[in-house]
């Protein structure tokens, strides 16, 4: 942010409640300086097992109880409530196909079980990806098995099933679309959120809990403290266009409200709120039929950086990726490399360049 901004947005012509240090102004505030967010996740989590095992106690499960201690115990581990419920559904669903195998204790667990329930989960038209988090909800359960109670086999862990998952490439918006899409939004906090996600390469989920506290208008910065998918924290930053955006939301937008974009009350925006924000947006754009989402804007991000040669372990920090194996499939999806060489190559070939020292054995 260049110096005429800053100084229009900090003048008491624009908005007196969003000085350009949003910290030092929510600190001061006594609602905003509560930490309450910590227990509120924990209370969150509880109630959540709390429902589960509520739910597991009025089903007739084989294995109840040994289902019960592994959610428990993944409590304590503090996995996340969707993992809890994640790992609770699929235990259910094996759980009953194990016993209508005829089946009447849990010791009796054998590959062929496993094998059986994946083929059932295929026969029933579920994506490759659906089934092999299936998997490995059973699996984890079958290893706290083994791990901590006698009667089963090692060999269920040793010779697991794997599925071959496909690779797909990341879908990036065509720039042609992409200058279509932006043109057509005149709401101005939808013009915001889309920026901000094309900009930072944040996850719709990590948007959405932003706080105003969390950005960092001089910097050109926001801070995600803890990322819902991976549980680290990574700071990312935004570009010129994405300020003006910014800026013109915050000069809108309800000074009260803690979340940068906010819904009902003082809650933020829910997730359906943003999707119906970019389906409205496609569709003025003319690109409904694109099958476009809102998770095209974060791999635009990362295709648009690996083409101007930002570094794979830069743009693998930014996205916030656990492992530079993911952030990979952007290069194959923007290798400049590969294409000169492709194009120079075929330019050779078509101008009949190529002579007895370029021929290869046939």
Not at 326 to 340: C, F
Request: proline residues 3%.
């Amino acid at each position: 942010m260049n110096p005429d901004q800053s100084a229009n947005f900090n003048s008491a012509n624009l908005f007196l409640t969003h000085p350009s240090n949003l910290r030092a102004h929510l600190e001061n505030d006594t609602f905003y300086g509560q930490s309450v967010a910590p227990a509120a996740k924990s209370f969150a989590r509880q109630r959540v097992l709390d429902r589960i095992l509520d739910k597991i106690s009025k089903q007739n499960l084989l294995g109840k109880s040994y289902v019960e201690q592994y959610l428990r115990h993944k409590y304590r581990r503090n996995c996340k409530a969707n993992t809890l419920k994640q790992a609770a559904d699929s235990l259910g669903q094996f759980l009953s196909f194990f016993a209508k195998r005829g089946n009447l204790e849990l010791q009796q667990l054998s590959r062929d079980d496993i094998e059986a329930f994946v083929e059932s989960l295929q026969d029933r038209g579920l994506k490759p990806t659906t089934v092999n988090i299936r998997l490995r909800n059973i699996y984890a359960f079958v290893r706290y098995l083994v791990l901590e109670y006698k009667g089963f086999d090692w060999d269920l862990i040793e010779r697991k099933i794997k599925l071959k998952l496909p690779d797909r490439l990341p879908r990036a918006i065509d720039p042609q679309h992409l200058d279509q899409l932006l043109s057509a939004i005149d709401n101005c906090r939808d013009q915001a959120l889309i920026m901000l996600l094309l900009r930072t390469g944040m996850r719709i989920g990590e948007l959405l809990s932003c706080k105003l506290e969390d950005i960092d208008l001089a910097e050109q910065k926001i801070l995600i403290y803890e990322s819902h998918k991976t549980s680290m924290g990574r700071a990312v930053y935004y570009s010129e266009d994405a300020q003006q955006a910014l800026l013109a939301w915050l000069r809108l937008r309800d000074p009260q409200k803690q979340y940068l974009f906010y819904g009902h009350k003082d809650r933020p925006l829910s997730y359906e709120a943003a999707r119906a924000v970019f389906k409205k947006s496609l569709q003025k754009a003319g690109l409904q039929y694109r099958t476009y989402s809102l998770h095209c804007l974060r791999h635009t991000f990362a295709t648009d950086l690996l083409n101007a040669r930002m570094p794979l372990e830069c743009l693998g920090a930014l996205l916030g990726h656990c492992s530079l194996q993911i952030t990979r499939r952007y290069a194959r999806l923007s290798d400049k490399t590969r294409e000169e060489e492709y194009f120079a190559a075929m330019q050779r070939i078509l101008k009949g360049e190529c002579d007895e020292n370029d021929q290869c054995d046939r």
